[in-house]
């Protein structure tokens, strides 16, 4: 389990054990072999946030996951299956991921649309819900608070992915300490795949449903927002946010939420200071995001955009997507090609007003452009910087103070590999 | 020669013997080894029409390009050179494109801001021409107008392109015939590059600067602007067109211009018919857009796509070209994987607004998406559309009349073979 998990959490496993959330793992029958569903259950209802895909080709556990957040419900349990995305079956793909929720509810005690729903795999091919609804029960039961629950249940939702993804943080208001932790998973595929992107984040912090919602837009905004593996958005892109403390405070059981009457960071209504919660939560957020790209697929190298300087930090996002996004780019991090020109080339495509009279671009330790001039690079240097696994780019336009970090990874013949092959 | 050339002119070499243009190939040093010059002379000068990269990044060569046709030069003679884009190389690099201007300039007999000088090859090297001068004299000396010259010619332009790209139209005003003809060069590398394009149109139909221009913006907007190999552009991409039949009608020497005073679709002044003349360029652009997807790095299929019934023109390209920069839609493509989800999934993610629920979607003869719901494909029928080489994918949108069509390949183990790979 220590080597599964990233963060700052020395005592994560005993925050488990205290029975805040149980977890499950198993298997309902829709992938062809293996664990197909992941169950996250909370003791007491929590608190809800989220962020959903931008496409508006939504699937429809994004739908009925974004109607429950509007109605801001507390929720109970997310179930998570993967091996079928429900994407593009119309109505009756909307009734699936209802009889799913309903079936969960059934068996933890609580209402249906107390339950989220996500699911990811394959797109346009009827889920058939009633032919999984056996398994549900013994998922149910078996749902545990222990770190190998946990561990099971962040493998249940992987795919492609070659890794579990789970991170943690710990901080403390006044005598309190408290827990933000998340699991992910990243571009995986099923028969056909999309690089789907899902996320679960839970917080004992008492922290109200407005907040929660502001905070998690802010964090997705700097680090899922700011990735890229290859510039593809899935119907299913979901990352959710639940706050066990924040239902308990709304309830007035006060018992676990420390921060109140403290005095110390917490506000009047007895929600935690919320730069210290967002702190926390952008660490995890940001952990997992960068799990996200070292395991793209096929993806060998590491790289780390820096935009300084733009005008906006608008145009310091395009002209970092726009980099991150250039196959020319990938390919030569990918061949260890020493390349500033593919580089300087993404910037003056991204659509964005740029001196390049004052703009500099360093790569690793190698400053490589400066004030409308490529400078010499030793053949050996470039060697060098093209050798490292993460290699740092760093732009800087000297027109402001904004800046700004995104992250992606190259392009490989394993991208393609994995992409371009029937694989049923 | 036949098998070079593309279009539907008959006696397009009896027109080359004409002596309106001669042309020459030869090496001035730049690459390592091979003819790495083409140049194009007018027997007189011809009005010039051009549009050039929207890469704010701009080589030299297409500022010093862009000041003659903004003073609204004659030219007399184009000069391609390859090895070296000449781009971020400062005020030097401007320098060193005006000497070789200047230095084809004195061979040919007339003024150096009479010359077009194009780069295409590595970013961010010095060129330093004086090194190059001594080539010219010769190449100059050798230029004539057969058609094994322009083949030569087509060929010095080439990178990694493996074909030469020749295209030539006739059209017919009142008695007269007149030609359009084209060459151009794709995606060529050379340490490092970039997908430049290269495109040289001539016509000898008697047409003024201002025509020139605005035939040239809209072809190149259907043409070399609807084509995408990876979603780069370079600093050097240009298409210019030259009309010697514009300067004799200007200068008065109706000889050559036969649309004036018959009547027949001339207009006042002597120009010809302007949709005649657009739609033969649009014939030979197309032909050459065409050519440079088929040789688009490590491309093995050729995709047409239609969008058909979107909002607008601009929505509708806006979807074409996620369509066509999608990695997982070309990586599907190049794995032969029937795989439909991927492409609903680019038109949802392409920021347009798009009803679903109306949009139709058919790969080669199939039917795959109607109304809001997937259709089942027989994988026999599946596995016959997806041999194909030339795949046409067709979006309908059903919200208005509007069609336009985008040129695309796949993205293949051999394209991040040739962009990986240190060729030094």
Redesign the interface.
């Known amino acids: 389990m220590a080597a599964m998990w990233m963060g700052n959490h020395a005592t994560f496993d005993t925050y488990l054990e205290n029975g805040d959330v149980a977890f499950s793992a198993g298997r309902l029958g829709i992938k062809r072999d293996g664990d197909d569903a992941a169950l996250f259950v909370f003791s007491e209802h929590a608190t809800y946030a989220g962020v959903f895909t ?5 699937s429809a556990c994004v739908t009925s996951a974004m109607d429950r957040l509007r109605a801001q419900k507390k929720i109970k349990a997310v179930l998570i299956t993967s091996g079928n ?1 429900n ?4 109505p009756a793909g909307r009734a699936d991921t209802e009889r799913l929720a309903a079936g969960v509810a059934g068996h933890v005690g609580c209402a249906a649309d107390e339950v989220v729903v996500l699911h990811t795999g ?4 009827p889920l058939r819900a009633e032919r999984w609804l056996g398994g549900l029960e013994g998922l149910c039961q078996l749902a545990a608070s222990t770190p190998e629950k946990l561990a099971d249940a962040a493998r249940a939702m992987m795919t492609t992915d070659t890794f579990p993804k789970v991170s943690a943080r710990a901080f403390q208001v006044g005598d309190t300490s408290y827990t933000v932790w998340g699991v992910a998973k990243g571009a995986g595929m099923i ?2 795949k ?2 789907t992107m899902l996320s679960v984040l839970v917080t004992d912090a008492p922290i109200s449903q407005r907040t929660l919602q502001r905070v998690l837009s802010r964090v997705v905004g700097q680090t899922f927002n700011r990735i890229s593996v ?6 299913n892109d979901s990352v959710l946010l639940f706050s066990t403390g924040g239902a308990r405070m709304e309830a007035g059981t006060a018992a676990f939420c420390g921060a109140k009457g403290t005095g110390v960071s917490g506000t009047d209504d007895g929600e935690v200071d919320e730069p210290l919660f967002e702190d926390a939560l952008r660490g995890v957020a940001q952990d997992l995001a960068h799990s996200i790209v070292r395991d793209g697929e096929g993806a060998t190298k590491f790289l780390e955009i820096v935009v300084r300087g733009a005008q906006s930090e608008a145009d310091a996002e395009r002209i970092a997507e726009t980099i991150a ?4 780019v990938k ?2 991090f ?4 020493f ?4 580089i ?6 991204a659509g964005v ?2 001196s ?1 009279d004052r703009m500099r671009l360093t790569l690793g330790d190698q400053r490589v ?1 400066d004030a ?3 400078l010499v690079t030793a053949e050996s240097d470039a060697r060098r910087v093209m050798a490292m696994k993460e290699i740092p780019v760093v732009v800087e336009l000297g027109a402001s103070e904004v800046e700004i970090r995104y992250w992606t990874c190259d ?3 394993d ?3 994995i ?4 694989t049923t």
Do not use: C, M, W
């Open positions: 931008t496409n508006v080709f939504k995305a994407a593009g079956t119309g394959v797109i346009g091919v028969h056909p999309l690089a290859d510039g593809d958005t899935s119907p996004t250039s196959p020319l390919t030569a990918f061949g260890e090609d390349n500033p020109g593919r300087i080339s993404a910037i003056g495509r007003a740029v390049f452009y409308g001039q490529f392009l490989t013949f991208y393609v590999k992409n371009a092959e029937y």
